[in-house]
């Protein structure tokens, strides 16, 4: 069995297509289609759509054309970039990024237990990208530990600097900052720097760091009139947050806003967030409770959110 994470194929015996979003074995693999069910299938039982390109392996072999060359020669800026697929986001996909004008040598050899896996050798050329591995985002905690290597090269009159070797084993929190655009992909994705960048000591800055600066006040934000609390609208790597996590968040979030709208004398806030469980409502009614800049709180507009907002009317 040869198939990929992230491939579209068809079943044989139904008429079912979708994406590859799980391999199991060599023998079963996990499909998804477009009600974003994944049904366990075994691999014999489906096959490639042929003619179906791929929309990301296109972005890899243009992405290169699209980026104006540098004028100075780079010898920083490498990259691991981690894209979730444009379609079905439970998978993503691993690129090595190459910002210098150096070509880079790179391997890529995986260890999970004790088993060792050639997973990508390659040469990346200058200011391109290429996609060395892919993963499924529901099987974080299963993801093997990357061994990867790069040596440099160029034609050039340049000193080549040391060959790098990272050994990397991700973990959710690698995850925790907000997704970046990244022109040589043409999308947003996670980055990770994998060079470091040269140490440049500013003395102006140097000497204005002995000097304590005056403490300047902040000014507190108004906040909206509805503030949604759901994850996906607060956080970009919601994916990767246990519910304990997520509730710190939202409750976090919930008693800024509040905060804000006290401060700005607001008559009323309504919060959003939704039905689920009922905890965060829950501890939101509680807070507000015994709140003394509350005066009441309600359900809000059942006609518009249900039972999945609650308006809070302050004194």
């Known amino acids: 069995m040869d198939y990929k994470l992230g491939e579209f194929v068809r079943f ?7 994406y590859i979003t799980r391999i199991f074995s060599d023998d079963m693999i996990g499909v998804t289609g477009d009600d974003d069910f994944e049904i366990p299938v075994p691999a014999n039982k489906v096959t490639r759509v042929h003619g179906h390109v791929y ?3 296109v972005t890899d072999q243009n992405a290169a054309q699209n980026v104006a060359p540098s004028a100075a020669f780079e010898t920083k800026g490498i990259y691991l970039a981690v894209a979730p697929d444009q379609r079905k986001g439970s998978v993503v996909y691993f690129h090595l990024v190459n910002s210098t004008s150096f070509q880079l040598l790179i391997t890529l050899v995986t260890e999970k237990g004790k088993e060792l896996k050639g997973e990508f050798a390659g040469i990346i050329n200058p200011a391109s990208s290429t996609r060395i591995f892919t993963a499924s985002l529901s099987e974080l905690d299963m993801w093997p530990t990357f061994h990867l290597q790069a040596l440099y090269f160029t034609t050039q009159n340049i000193a080549l600097p040391e060959p790098l070797k990272i050994k990397e084993k991700f973990k959710a929190k690698d995850f925790a900052g907000a997704k970046k655009p990244v022109p040589l992909l043409k999308q947003d994705a996670w980055l990770i720097r994998l060079d470091e960048e040269d140490l440049v000591i500013d003395p102006v800055k140097l000497k204005e760091s002995f000097f304590k600066a005056p403490e300047v006040k902040k000014e507190i934000a108004k906040p909206l009139q509805e503030v949604d609390l759901h994850i996906e609208k607060l956080r970009d ?3 990767f947050l246990s519910k304990t996590e997520i509730l710190k968040i939202q409750l976090e979030h919930f008693k800024k806003s509040l905060d ?5 004398k607001l ?3 309504i ?5 689920g469980n009922g905890t965060l409502r829950m501890e939101i009614h509680k807070s507000v409770g015994r709140n003394p800049h509350v005066k009441t709180f309600m359900d809000a507009r059942k006609e518009k959110f249900g039972y999945g907002a609650t308006e809070v009317i302050l004194k």
């Open 12 to 18: 044989v015996d139904e008429k079912r297509e979708g």
């Open 55 to 57: 929309e990301q392996q």
């Open 237 to 239: 790597d919601h994916q």
């Open 260 to 264: 804000a709208a006290i401060v700005h």
């Open 267 to 269: 008559q009323s806030i």
């Open 271 to 275: 919060f959003i967030h939704g039905a």
